[in-house]
């Protein structure tokens, strides 16, 4: 019963890794999105916004590296 009940928490542990995953991404593709046409947008009047706008850019796509983190933590859990 008690190896039963460590195998269940493991696969909630991987399940919830799955999510932590799954939704980070997502969010990031839509932020990505947005953000991305917000650049593109800026950078055809103004080219010398480049810099600024991929840092904007990047700090989105920084949400899929946050949920990746805490996937690698429950993962090293389980």
């Known amino acids: 019963a008690g190896t039963e009940a460590a195998e269940q928490a493991n696969g909630a542990a991987l399940i919830a ?3 932590a995953v799954a939704g980070s991404s997502l969010g990031a593709a ?3 999105a947005y953000t991305g046409a917000a650049a593109l947008a800026t950078m055809s009047e ?3 916004m ?3 706008s ?3 850019v990047g700090l989105a796509e920084g949400i899929a590296i946050y949920g990746l983190i805490i996937a690698i933590i429950l993962i090293g859990q389980a």
Do not use: C, K, L, S
């Open 17 to 19: 890794a799955a999510i």
């Open 30 to 32: 839509i932020a990505v």
């Open 46 to 48: 103004r080219p010398e």
């Open 50 to 52: 480049f810099g600024r």
């Open 54 to 56: 991929m840092v904007i």
